[in-house]
């Protein structure tokens, strides 16, 4: 079973850094392209990052480019996005997301749970 | 950046009914084009993709169609855990975008 355990959501300053993380399991991590879709409160779904499975392909959103960056660790099979930066508008639940395939085709077959971030005084 | 636009922004319906949601694309979208649903407090789950095809474990009552700019998803009779909210998105090209939803409730 796939599963997608999201963690290091906080409330954090404007300005400030914060690191997420997602464990997963249930399949061959360096297989699939991974990526992270932020959900604002009581607002929609936006795509922030995606990372390809050998890690050779990133996109990120023009709203966070030059603040976040995605990153892999295959032998830990963890996710993670660094947030620099942060502005009151990033605050949102963070889900990791898990591609259907190892190219980017975006096609989200599974979701975590989600962390939430914060970003206020 | 391609635009997605869903009517209705609210479907108020009966369990047993027929729903029909929209999506229209600001530019076409060939075939790469999804609906995920989202329960209350829960996360998002893929429902159809690439226009017409279930996902895994989505029952048959569930039917996409469309094409270029235009698409419908379409539940044939509701059941009470399919009030949610719907969400069309796009994977042509980056910028991946998703609609702002269609809030299905219970009328």
């Known amino acids: 079973e796939v599963q997608l355990l999201e963690s290091g959501g906080a409330l954090v300053q404007p300005g400030g850094s914060l690191r997420l993380s997602c464990e997963a399991s249930?399949?061959?991590?360096?297989?699939?392209?991974m990526g992270w879709v932020r959900q604002a409160p009581e607002k929609g779904l936006e795509w922030v990052s995606v990372?390809?499975?050998?890690?050779?392909?990133?996109f990120d959103a023009e709203s966070v480019k030059g603040r976040f960056t995605i990153s892999r660790d295959t032998i830990r099979n963890t996710l993670y996005l660094q947030m620099d930066s942060l502005r009151a508008e990033d605050t949102a639940v963070y889900y990791c997301?898990?591609?259907?395939?190892?190219?980017?085709?975006?096609?989200?077959?599974?979701w975590g749970q989600g962390t939430l971030v914060t970003v206020s005084s | 950046e391609i635009v997605l636009t869903q009517s209705p922004a609210t479907l108020s319906l009966s369990p047993g009914e027929r729903a029909t949601l929209s999506c229209r694309a600001s530019?076409?979208?060939?075939?790469?084009f999804a609906w995920y649903q989202q329960r209350p407090g829960q996360a998002p789950r893929l429902l159809i993709y690439?226009?017409?095809n279930r996902a895994t474990g989505i029952p048959a009552r569930f039917s996409g169609s469309g094409s270029g700019t235009d698409f419908t998803l379409t539940i044939s009779s509701l059941e009470p855990e399919d009030f949610a909210v719907y969400y069309c998105?796009?994977?042509?090209?980056?910028?991946?975008?998703f609609g702002q939803g269609t809030k299905l409730e219970i009328k």
């Open positions: 997301v898990k591609d259907s395939r190892g190219g980017i085709t975006g096609t989200i077959s599974h």
């Open positions: 249930g399949f061959t991590f360096s297989s699939y392209a």
């Open positions: 990372i390809s499975g050998r890690s050779d392909i990133k």
């Open positions: 530019q076409s979208v060939s075939s790469f």
């Open positions: 690439d226009v017409s």
């Open positions: 998105h796009h994977r042509t090209r980056w910028p991946y975008t």
